[in-house]
């Protein structure tokens, strides 16, 4: 039978301590979020109205994915707005964000509202 290994004996007791945990950095991982749906949202505005026009597909999911993109993109803004402020960061390219989400928004309505 094997003795049962000794843990405390391996660890090292020269003081040694763990680096400490770098923090996320919250606002770039929000604006990175919604930049990303804003963009699918491009596309599928896009593949909506190609639907609309040719019938080849129900441009009515499309749509709704297509406004749920941005607006999950304008909500990352707001956010990536907010957590600039209280950072002292500038707020352009969270502004910017927002009105582009905000355009996509509508035009995805327009077309949810055509089908």
């Given at each position: 039978m094997e003795p049962a290994p000794n843990f405390a004996a391996s660890t090292p007791t020269t003081g040694e301590e763990?680096?400490?945990?770098?923090?996320?950095?919250w606002l770039d991982i929000i604006l990175q979020i919604g930049h990303r749906s804003a963009a699918l949202a491009v596309f599928v505005v896009l593949i909506t109205i190609a639907a609309i026009k040719t019938k080849y597909l129900d441009p009515h999911p499309l749509a709704r994915i297509a406004f749920i993109l941005a607006d999950l993109a304008s909500l990352c803004a707001v956010g990536g707005w907010y957590f600039a402020t209280v950072r002292r960061k500038p707020i352009g390219e969270s502004l910017g964000l927002l009105i582009f989400s905000l355009?996509?928004?509508?035009?995805?309505?327009?077309?949810?509202?055509?089908?």
């Open positions: 763990l680096p400490p945990r770098k923090a996320f950095n355009l996509i928004a509508a035009a995805s309505l327009i077309a949810l509202l055509r089908t």
